[in-house]
């Protein structure tokens, strides 16, 4: 069993800055990548940014310049900071991380822009 914490979060101003942080847990030999998805209300679930077990970052369009991933390896946890935040950017945020054997998931953390 694997298990995801998931932290930060929480509301802002448009402009703003917020970070998430994900920590997993569990029976974890090897990681093939971590990262976060977004569902907004009424939208369906977007791939916001993932990296790989070799460090290799990728974003959505509409995240790229704002939004950086990194990871630490050693304790298997991963962050996002999330800079010149949007009220776009308003979403159920939730980190996964892809095993071999299969994909798990966190509970969500709510990130909420104001304008």
């Known amino acids: 069993q694997v298990q995801l914490v998931e932290s930060g979060g929480g509301l802002v101003q448009a402009g703003g800055s917020l970070g998430l942080s994900c920590a997993a847990s569990?029976?974890?030999?090897?990681?093939?990548?971590m990262g976060w998805y977004r569902q907004a209300p009424g939208k369906q679930r977007e791939l916001v940014a993932t990296i790989s077990a070799s460090g290799v970052s990728t974003y959505a369009d509409s995240v790229k310049g704002r939004f950086t991933i990194s990871r630490e390896y050693a304790k298997n946890t991963m962050s996002m900071q999330m800079n010149s935040l949007k009220p776009e950017d308003t979403a159920l945020y939730y980190c996964?991380?892809?095993?071999?054997?299969?994909?798990?998931w966190g509970q969500g953390t709510q990130v909420t822009v104001s304008s």
């Open positions: 569990g029976s974890i030999f090897s990681i093939n990548a």
């Open positions: 996964y991380v892809r095993l071999p054997q299969r994909t798990y």
